[in-house]
Nanobody, 119 residues
């Protein structure tokens, strides 16, 4: 089992940047592929980005490609989401998640961190 704690959210103007962090504790962090998701008010939670165990395979939802970068540091048990050129439509609660088997359901979730982008 793994515990996840997100940080780094906040209020930023459109065009600005934020870096989210997700610190993991518990079982070996490198055993998990990691993902970032977000949920805006009144909307369903949506996939944002994912990174495999080694950090060599990345994937993004189309709306953030070229603006967001997911990365991980297995020595620090942390996954990051660098968000640049932020838009008001990026406003949401951002969650990190972990899964042991690639392609499987994400079994472990953090509590979320709020990102608000003002126009």
């Amino acid at each position: 089992q793994v515990q996840l704690v997100e940080s780094g959210g906040g209020l930023v103007q459109a065009g600005g940047s934020l870096r989210l962090s997700c610190a993991a504790s518990g079982r070996t962090f490198s055993s998990y592929s990691m993902g970032w998701f977000r949920q805006a008010p009144g909307k369903e939670r949506e996939f944002v980005a994912t990174i495999n165990r080694s950090g060599l395979k990345l994937d993004y939802t189309n709306s953030v490609k070229g603006r967001f970068t997911i990365s991980r540091d297995n020595a620090k048990n942390t996954v990051y989401l660098q968000m640049n050129s932020l838009k008001p439509e990026d406003t949401a609660v951002y969650y990190c998640a972990a899964r042991e088997i690639p392609g499987d359901t994400y079994a472990y979730w953090g509590q979320g961190t709020q990102v608000t982008v003002s126009s």
